[in-house]
Antibody, heavy 115, light 107 residues
């Protein structure tokens, strides 16, 4: 059974940093690209980043480019999202999702940016 | 960026009804369109991928159709467990974009 479990939830101040993790199981993690998606309160979903299976390519939404970094450790079956210079508008539920086909998603973690 | 216009935003229906939800893309997305169901506190669940391919384990009352810029999710006979929020996703080109969601409620 495919499982994606995010962690790193929390409340941080504007301008600070935070790192999310997504641990994968039930499939060969190193064979698939992975995504991060977020949903701000009472807003729609926003795709924010994709990383290829071998980390050879990474793509970002303009809203996070230069501030967020997607990475992965295939030896640990783990996807990461490092978030710097956080803003109030980054407050959202953050989900990881498997592959370019977005076939499986985690349950999400809440990130709140507030002073 | 490709804009995905999803309609309706809210839908009230009864068990047994046939319902359709639409997503219109601002440009051709070459059938790279997925549909998802999301219930409160749960991970989104993929129902349909690439317009009309049923995800394994999803009941056959769910179907998808469309091409070019216009896509439809149909639920042929609503069941109690189908009352949820549905959204579409285009994965044809970066940045991938989502419809705004349809909340399906019991009439």
């Amino acid at each position: 059974e495919v499982q994606l479990v995010e962690s790193g939830e929390g409340l941080v101040q504007p301008g600070s940093s935070m790192k999310l993790s997504c641990v994968a199981s039930g499939f060969t993690f190193s064979n698939y690209g992975m995504n991060w998606i977020r949903q701000a309160p009472k807003k729609g979903l926003e795709w924010i980043a994709l990383i290829y299976y071998d980390s050879s390519s990474k793509y970002y939404a303009d809203s996070v480019k230069g501030r967020f970094t997607i990475s992965r450790d295939n030896s640990k079956n783990t996807l990461y999202l490092e978030m710097n210079s956080l803003r109030s508008e980054d407050t959202a539920m953050y989900y990881c999702a498997k592959s370019r086909l977005f076939d499986y998603w985690g349950q999400g973690v809440m990130v709140t940016v507030s002073s | 960026d490709i804009q995905m216009t999803q309609s309706p935003s809210f839908l009230s229906a009864s068990v047994g009804d046939r319902v359709t939800i639409n997503c219109k893309a601002s440009q051709n997305i070459n059938k790279y369109l997925n549909w998802y169901q999301q219930k409160l506190g749960e991970a989104p669940k993929r129902l349909i991928y690439n317009t009309n391919n049923l995800q394994t384990g999803i009941p056959s009352r769910f179907s998808g159709s469309g091409s070019g810029t216009d896509y439809t999710l149909t639920i042929s006979s609503l069941q109690p467990e189908d009352f949820a929020t549905y959204f579409c996703l285009q994965h044809n080109s970066f940045p991938f974009t989502f419809g705004s969601g349809t909340k399906l409620e019991i009439k």
